[in-house]
Nanobody
Framework: QVELVESGGRLMQAGDSLRLSCVAS????????ISWFRQTPGKDREFVAG????????FYADAVKGRFTISKDNALNTFYLEMHSLNPDDTAVYYC?????????????????WGQGTQVTVSS
């Protein structure tokens, strides 16, 4: 079973850029689809970005398309979310998630292994 630990969340200013990291242990991420979700208080967790297990396809929520980029480094067993042009609506707890041999498209939450989350706050 893979275990995931996110890092990189912090307080940012609108317009800034930030990279979140998610380190996997227990299994190599090369056979896992990877995804990032985010959640704000009182709302459901929402899909942000995903990459299929082979790395050949990526998917993004409309709200982040063109600003966020998902990637993974199989050698480091780590995946990333590069975020640019941050705005206050991006404020949330960000979670990394993995599902084995997945497509990168969002699936049932129970299908994922989840990280613990990292807080990103964007002030105006």
């Amino acid at each position: 079973q893979v275990e995931l630990v996110e890092s990189g969340g912090r307080l940012m200013q609108a317009g800034d850029s930030l990279r979140l990291s998610c380190v996997a242990s227990g299994r190599t991420v090369s056979s896992y689809a990877i995804s990032w979700f985010r959640q704000t208080p009182g709302k459901d967790r929402e899909f942000v970005a995903g990459m299929n297990w082979s790395g050949s396809s990526t998917f993004y929520a409309d709200a982040v398309k063109g600003r966020f980029t998902i990637s993974k480094d199989n050698a480091l067993n780590t995946f990333y979310l590069e975020m640019h042009s941050l705005n206050p609506d991006d404020t949330a707890v960000y979670y990394c998630a993995a599902d084995r041999y997945g497509t990168g498209r969002p699936v049932l939450e129970s299908a994922y292994t989840w990280g613990q989350g990292t807080q990103v706050t964007v002030s105006s």
